[in-house]
């Protein structure tokens, strides 16, 4: 199973949005330090959240500060642009920097006629770019979705399927079975990546911590209040009302949170259940050193499990 890791580059309270975009760079570094096997970055406009408004230029300055770990957007909202235009854009990054670009579409609530249609283009033009190999789509274009429509037109034009498990904690296998099924009667091999919001600490009660500061920054956020990623401590002192901790533990089904032993557990069955060739892992914490020590310990929890079942054999 491989892992990579999807950020949002989040605006937090140790984190303000000057800071946010060197911190989002600095994982890529950190991502390949750990052995990752990819990192997208998202898009968001007029997000207080987030402050990854362009994909694309965020994998292009990634790609200059590293050398191996692949690279790309997670998604570009394709309805905003022209294919052609993102076509453009990725092609030239795949010219500098070769095989390690990866061009992730999607669009949100947005509505394009000519979605399906943009995203065939763009497998065909890339898809001049890149050699076919294993793992790896053509055009190394991957689609992202929730379970909708996205999934079978990922899999009619040969595009990988990312399922954002986070957005929709239930009902993905419908989603995914649908993405290969689609694939199958096209004559594609299907690419599935499982996209898991997941928070580990060296003990389950600090990672359930950090886990209650992401869910109240959710729980506001569905209330109309859109901010930076709360801290622990902010989170810990702070008066929850009822519709906080409604909201909360209805979000608390799309965040994996726990010891590594058991995160990694819960990660495994996912992918079986979801046929997921890739787990992308998303984290989100206030302060930059949790979450790279829950990255960290997560890449060492399956390349420690990966070493001893190979040991096994």
Sequence with gaps: MRLSILDQVPITEHTPADKA????????VEAEELGYHRIWYAEHHRSASF????????????????QQ????????LLPLYPAEKVAEVMGLLTSVHGDRVDSGVGRAALDDPAYGEKIAALVRTLGTRHDSVPGEPAGRVWVLGAGGSAAPLAGAVGAGYAHGHF???????????AYR????????????????????????????ELADATLLWRARKDLGHDGPISSAKTAARHEWSDQ?????????????????DDVHRTLMDLGRVHRADEIMINTLTSDPAD?????????????????????EK
């Design 291 to 311: 979450r790279y020590d829950s990255y960290r310990l997560l890449a060492q929890e399956f390349a420690g499990r990966a070493e001893s079942t190979n040991g």
């Design 51 to 66: 402050a990854s408004t362009a994909p694309e230029m965020m994998t292009a300055l990634a790609l200059e500060r590293t």
């Design 167 to 177: 957005f929709v904690p239930r009902g993905g296998e419908a989603a995914t079975a």
């Design 181 to 208: 099924t689609r694939a199958g009667e096209h004559g594609h091999r299907p690419h599935t990546v499982l996209a898991v919001r997941v928070i580990t600490a060296e003990t389950a009660q600090r990672a359930q």
């Design 21 to 28: 975009i060197e911190s989002g760079l600095r994982l890529a």
């Design 244 to 260: 906080e901790r409604t909201r909360a533990k209805a979000r608390s089904h799309a965040i994996i949170a726990g010891t590594p």
């Design 69 to 76: 770990i692949r690279i790309g957007t997670g998604g570009v």
